[in-house]
């Protein structure tokens, strides 16, 4: 049994919300109607997992997430408008310890959010089995990312896909942080959010690591030292590695594993397409996403990385990958850039 509190400033939401998660079989023993409440109610009732709006009045949705895991953490799942300003605060959220975020639909007819009501509870349900005890928040430090040990010697052309899901976010950032820019790593970054979100979250990419990011373009190219991230919506295929640059494009088809984009897709695609050396991470993230690419990679040639049970908040993605597939290195997140240089390591230049 799932226990758990809502916090959200729209009573229509309040209501609709509980009843979408009742309605999937968890148990809601509380709604708050401010950050200050929240706070109150997430103390008394010590729920399995909390849901929060950013915009509240009294304490801001960042103010509650950053008071409860500096006092008694638990899993906590943001429910944003999709605005700028509040794009910017989700991620803020994440830093201060969220587990995860959905998109709240617009205004808060019940017809919008009901048509999400299966995706609330699976996202509800992965939250409250995150690991948030000992959990470190804020931005990587540019101490932390200085301390990676690598090769000095990297082959030409090298392909990083990286793919998560819940809870991925800060870690595919700590990971990209800490590689070292003379790599020259050609990246794909798989993150399972919507389309409103990859925009911003490539340019956060973009301004905290070494790499030049930018969400992914239908015909774009990815060259040594960039990195595009998957658009929200759309798989992304790699269709092309000619001198020194990959092309990758969009594609809308259906679904997998309930998602787009998949990060199957891409390694897949990936693993037919590129000529020079591959190697493929699979993050934190509930479901199983990743693990039938990530053994493509493995049949073409490539090494496969995962990251470990004890870092990841939803070991799920991770855990279908080191069962299914022949990994090379099972790692805690703040040695994947570490092995991933690692993996490049006596390959031809």
């Known amino acids: 049994m799932v226990d758990a509190v809502i916090a959200d400033d729209s009573a229509v939401m309040r209501e609709t919300l509980g009843k979408i998660l009742e309605d999937g079989g968890i148990t809601v023993v509380a709604r708050a109607k401010d950050g200050t409440e929240a706070v109150e109610l997430i103390e008394r009732h010590e729920p399995d997992v909390a849901t929060i709006d950013i915009q509240m009045p009294g304490l801001t949705g960042h103010e509650v997430i950053e008071q409860v895991m500096a006092e008694n953490p638990i899993p906590m799942l943001v429910i944003s408008s999709q605005t700028t300003r509040n794009a910017d605060a989700t991620f803020d959220a994440l830093d201060a310890g969220a587990v995860d975020f959905l998109a709240k ?171 020079g050396n591959l190697t493929g991470v699979i993050l934190t993230g509930m479901g199983a996403d990743g693990a039938a690419g990530l053994a493509a990679i493995k049949d073409a040639g490539g090494k496969a990385i995962v990251q470990d049970e004890a870092t990841s908040r939803v070991y799920g993605m991770p855990k279908v990958a080191a069962e299914e597939v022949d990994v090379n290195m099972v790692l805690p997140k703040d040695r994947i850039a570490e092995g991933v240089t690692n993996a490049f390591r006596g390959w031809s230049a």
């Open 105 to 275: 639909p617009s205004g808060d007819g019940s017809v919008n959010i009901w048509s999400q009501q299966e995706t609330i509870v699976d996202r509800v349900r992965a939250v409250a089995e995150a690991d948030v005890a000992g959990m470190e928040t804020g931005r990587v430090s540019e101490e932390q990312s200085q301390t990676i040990s690598v090769s000095s010697e990297f082959p030409c052309n090298p392909t990083l896909v990286i793919g998560a899901s819940t809870g991925g976010p800060r870690v595919v950032e700590q990971v990209l942080s800490e590689l070292p820019q003379r790599a020259g790593l050609r990246v794909l970054v798989v993150q399972h959010m919507a389309d409103h979100y990859t925009e911003r979250f490539a340019k956060r990419l973009n301004e905290r690591t070494a790499y030049d990011f930018r969400q992914a373009r239908d015909g774009d190219t990815v060259g040594p030292g960039e990195g595009v991230l998957a658009k929200g919506g759309s798989h992304l295929r790699v269709t092309a590695d000619r001198n020194g640059r990959l092309t990758v494009s969009h594609d809308n088809g259906p679904k997998r594993h309930n998602v787009r984009p998949a990060i199957d897709v891409t390694m897949e695609t990936a693993a037919e397409t590129v000529t």
